[in-house]
């Protein structure tokens, strides 16, 4: 859609408008490090922040989530959980919303998700554009998402001065057109943004020593790669990797009872694939007993099983998992890895 | 992303339901015990609803405090309109707690899930049956469907196994199946006891007393994971082709609607491509069985 101007010195009156109507979640500084938080104040906001610990995924798919309560003393009583309230997610960067755009696919395909498509329809994603890496772990440039066309309701670029403002969506426009004092772009607006995405290319590089189209390929020629058995001799299960995730989505599916024990609920919580549980079956049988075949189901998941179920990739190369990995197991070394297995 | 698009074609059509993860309440209006570990439920939905499966197809089962376990169906449609039954074993804590419940209970219902065997590509055809243990419950669904409409099938070869004579499930309906001429009914345990007069070994050692016509022939089988690398050299040995032999692959299915990722083998989520599979299909599959 259209190019809008707001001035940085507007930007406070902006949020502050918004944060009338809506809840507003954004990247907050806390013990020197970044988080995704709700906040009461735009000040708090840090929109030039490197990355989050979490992404923000877990404002459409919480870490736990009811799905609905019951009571154990009459007559087993449901009542579903209450609706989503409207949030304003701002400065999302685009390796996320990329993968908020995975999780709208694999939420709203075969049987649609009512709790994941409620939070989803009641969130306005406002995206910032990064212009330089945010540390040596992103691989965002060959995973392709070092930008987006799509996928936000508005998206900023820093032009010093001033942001611009891509609108993306008529919700957007609205929120724009509501909260703040924007105006059109001018021509000189539009040539110093397109200066500014120009000088920011380079500044990240190319991290893969293949093309991306051939990783789906190259993991299925790896199903028998003994790389899986060696990375398995340090890997530690311990499912930090999937935690910290844009794109992962398993949960478990649980029942909690009140200390009352009349009241309860179904609830579901984030669960990774790497734990061993998680393929076992009622009998004992494990599907992925060791953690090799664990690790390399996460792997083909990123780059192969997901693109194949869901038409889009399974990596946004956030390098999240890199940072949160103790034993230095991450994607960019394994996919290098396994295709010079290959070349050899 | 610049990637080429595969989407996998049995994922059913988008539909949005309000509901989907909140059981039906319903009610347990007959428990059977099968064997020390096996009980019958005969459950009821709410307003005489149907429940409308198709053999194969399995539902969740909810105890409300407990939690929610996958449980096959196994009643036929064809016997099932406003009641259905699930054969339960006693090994974790739903079906535990399942196990406690008393005739009258509520428990909750949600499904019927996933693709069940395509009952319609059988019409004309031999069938050979092979389940494995607790395996009978699924495929006791598709064996009565099949008995109801028997006229439309060719010859019914029943190869039954279970460990021992206490562990052998519907043994009221082994005897009438016995008893029928149309029914080649062959049962083994792996370990008799003093009152077995019948085979012993395990299942596959029932095979090499049954000829069949390969090209005629449908094979299914249903069974512990261990069972099916053994019967499936079997059923290749016997001439039938991979096309043409079924399966259905459990996993912990926690959501029953393709996202959890419990059940996920490779690309596919077991729970909507599956349960029920030709063995063509997940041959080429790692960790399918």
Avoid at chain 1, 231 to 255: G, I, W
Avoid at chain 2, 108 to 115: D, Q, V
């Amino acid at each position: 859609m259209s190019l809008t101007i707001i001035p940085k010195q507007e930007l406070n009156n902006f949020i502050g408008s918004v944060l009338r109507h809506y809840r507003v979640a954004g990247p907050v500084e806390t013990n020197g490090h970044y988080v995704f938080d709700m906040i009461s104040d735009p000040a708090e906001l840090k929109l030039d922040y490197p990355t989050t610990i979490l992404p923000p995924k877990k404002y459409l798919l919480p870490p736990s989530e009811t799905l609905f309560h019951y009571d154990l003393s009459g007559n087993n009583r449901v009542q579903p959980d209450q609706r989503a309230q409207p949030t304003v997610i701002f400065g999302v960067h685009t390796c996320d919303l990329h993968a908020i755009q995975l999780l709208d696919v694999v939420f709203s395909s075969g049987h649609a998700d009512p709790s994941y498509l409620n939070r989803r329809s009641h969130a306005l994603i406002v995206s910032i554009e990064c212009l330089a890496p945010c540390d040596e772990h992103s691989f965002c440039k060959s995973m392709g998402t070092l930008t987006a066309e799509e996928g936000y309701d508005l998206h900023f670029t820093d032009l010093g001065e001033a942001y611009a403002v891509d609108i993306g969506t008529e919700a957007g426009d609205n929120l724009l057109a509501e909260n703040a004092d924007a105006s059109p772009a001018s021509p000189e607006d539009i040539k110093k943004l397109s200066a500014v995405l120009s000088e920011k290319w380079p500044k990240f590089s190319y991290r893969l020593d293949f093309d991306l189209s051939d990783l789906p390929s190259l993991l299925s020629l790896s199903m028998k790669s003994p790389l899986w058995s060696e990375l398995a001799k340090r890997c530690l299960s311990c499912a930090a990797c999937t935690n910290v995730c844009p794109t992962c989505f398993c949960f478990d599916v649980r029942d909690e009872i009140e200390l009352d024990l009349k009241h309860g609920q179904r609830v579901r919580i984030w669960d990774s694939c790497q734990l061993d549980m998680f393929a076992t079956v009622a009998g004992g049988h494990n599907f992925r007993q060791s953690r090799a075949l664990r690790l390399r189901h996460r792997f083909m998941r990123k780059g192969k099983y997901i693109l194949e179920a869901h038409g889009h990739l399974g990596c946004v190369g956030c390098g999240r998992c890199a940072r949160a990995c103790v034993v230095d197991i991450t994607p960019v070394n394994v996919f290098n890895e396994l295709y010079h297995q290959q070349e050899s | 992303m610049v990637v080429t698009v595969n989407y996998h074609p049995t994922v059913g059509l988008p539909r949005i339901d309000d509901q989907l993860f909140i059981p039906q309440p319903a009610r347990i209006v007959n428990i059977e015990q099968l064997t020390p570990l096996e009980k019958v439920f005969t459950v009821e939905l709410p307003n005489g609803q149907s429940l409308g499966h198709k053999p194969g197809q399995f539902v969740e089962v909810s105890v409300l405090g407990i939690g929610e376990a996958p449980i096959s169906v196994s009643s036929s449609p064809s016997r099932s309109d406003s009641a259905f039954e699930l054969c339960v074993r006693k090994v974790g804590d739903v079906t535990s707690a399942l196990h406690s419940k008393k005739t009258n209970d509520r428990i909750g219902i949600r499904g019927p899930f996933g693709r069940g065997f395509p009952v319609d590509k059988f019409r004309g055809k031999d069938l050979l049956f092979a389940p494995g243990g607790l395996g009978l419950a699924p495929l006791r669904s598709l064996i009565n469907q099949v008995l109801d409409e028997r006229a439309l099938f060719g010859r019914v070869i029943i190869l039954y196994g279970a460990r021992n004579p206490s562990e052998l499930l519907f043994k009221y309906e082994l005897k009438d199946w016995q008893e029928r001429d149309d029914i080649e009914l062959h049962v083994t345990v792996d370990r008799g006891d003093d009152h077995w007069t019948g085979h012993t070994g395990v299942i596959t050692t029932l095979f090499s007393d049954i000829s069949i016509y390969p090209r005629n022939t449908v094979a299914i089988t249903v069974g512990p994971p261990v069972m099916y690398r053994f019967v499936l050299i079997e059923l290749l040995g016997k001439g039938i082709s991979e096309g043409n032999i079924y399966l259905s692959l459990e996993r912990r299915m926690k959501c029953g609607i393709g996202k959890c990722g419990h059940c996920q083998i490779n690309n596919i989520y077991a729970c909507q491509s599956g349960p029920v599979f030709s063995y063509k299909e997940i041959k080429g599959l790692e960790e399918a069985l």
